[in-house]
């Protein structure tokens, strides 16, 4: 788990379960599918069914439990999801909490969402160039390893934000 902007936090699922469920004082948005979505919601199947209004994000005291997987494809990266992160972290960050961003590895997701957030409500990154922020984040978080649809969908997400598309 790294503090990667002041009260900010990316990790993995062990980290959370580890480090911060016992703690009080934490926000926390879990960026995985698997195990969080499927306990808050209790299905068993492949998925929840697309018409359940917790079908994408599931909010909880403190928490924010997404419906969000590693897809190679970033058109399933729903921008909804990201939103409500970003929303999410902002809230917290000024209400003094500290905020873990996890998914399984801490890997992919987590850190991708929080470097969306760092570009678009600090001045940490540079908004003009996506390739320079990917450095200067991953200099950051160094384990950042962004699948193939997540990397996409940062990446387009990035370029709408600065004009670059």
């Known amino acids: 788990m790294l503090e990667v902007h002041p009260n900010l936090f ?3 699922q062990a980290d ?6 016992f703690f009080s004082g934490w926000a926390v948005i879990h960026a995985c ?5 499927r306990q808050a919601l209790g299905y068993s199947g492949r998925a929840v069914s697309k018409t359940h209004p917790e079908y994408l994000i599931a909010r909880r005291p403190n928490r924010l439990i997404l419906n969000l997987i590693d897809a190679d494809d970033p058109t399933y990266i729903p921008g909804e999801i990201i939103d ?6 902002h809230e917290n960050l000024a209400s003094d909490r500290h ?21 678009n409500y600090t001045n940490r990154l ?5 390739d320079e922020a990917f450095r200067q984040f991953c200099q950051i978080y160094p384990p950042f390893a962004p699948k193939g649809g997540v990397y996409g969908y940062l990446r387009n997400r990035w370029k709408l934000w600065s004009g670059e598309a």
């Open 99 to 119: 905020v873990l961003v996890h998914c399984n590895q801490g890997l992919s997701r987590s850190p991708a969402i929080a470097m969306l957030y760092m570009g």
């Open 10 to 12: 990316v990790g993995s």
């Open 126 to 130: 540079p908004m003009a160039s996506f």
């Open 84 to 89: 409500a992160s970003l929303a999410f972290i």
């Open 33 to 37: 599918k698997e195990p969080y979505h």
């Open 16 to 21: 959370y379960e580890s480090h911060v469920l």
